[in-house]
């Protein structure tokens, strides 16, 4: 099974910028389709972005794009969360996730979808 594991969250103010990572052990993390998702205290978690395979396709829950980047590194297993612009209410844990199983699409977005899971990065916007 891939391990995760997530980097980078911490303490910014409204309207600063950081950049989660989350690197993956494994061989073959090429053919991972990879994903973000945060929970937000006394909330479910959401979606917030997906990336394909090879990083060619990607997708933004509303709440984040235009603000948010995903983005790749297959040679260092690593995929990347650049956050910018953070309001508070992006203040959540934020948790990688990875589709190690076989599917027929570029990216997913459903939490059920994704079979590994990082243990979390806690990123708290001040206002």
């Known amino acids: 099974q891939v391990q995760l594991v997530e980097s980078g969250g911490g303490l910014v103010q409204a309207g600063g910028s950081l950049r989660l990572s989350c690197a993956a052990s494994?061989?073959?993390?090429?053919?991972?389709?990879m994903g973000w998702f945060r929970q937000a205290p006394g909330k479910e978690r959401e979606f917030v972005a997906a990336?394909?395979?090879?990083?060619?396709?990607?997708y933004y829950a509303g709440s984040v794009k235009g603000r948010f980047t995903i983005s790749r590194d297959n040679a260092k297993n690593t995929v990347y969360l650049q956050m910018n612009s953070l309001k508070p209410g992006d203040t959540a844990v934020y948790y990688c996730?990875?589709?190690?199983?076989?599917?027929?699409?570029?990216?997913?977005?459903?939490?059920?979808?994704?079979?590994?899971w990082g243990q979390g990065t806690q990123v708290t916007v001040s206002s």
């Open positions: 990336i394909s395979r090879s990083g060619d396709a990607t």
């Open positions: 494994g061989r073959t993390f090429n053919t991972y389709p």
């Open positions: 996730a990875a589709k190690t199983l076989l599917g027929d699409t570029n990216y997913y977005i459903r939490e059920e979808q994704y079979n590994a």
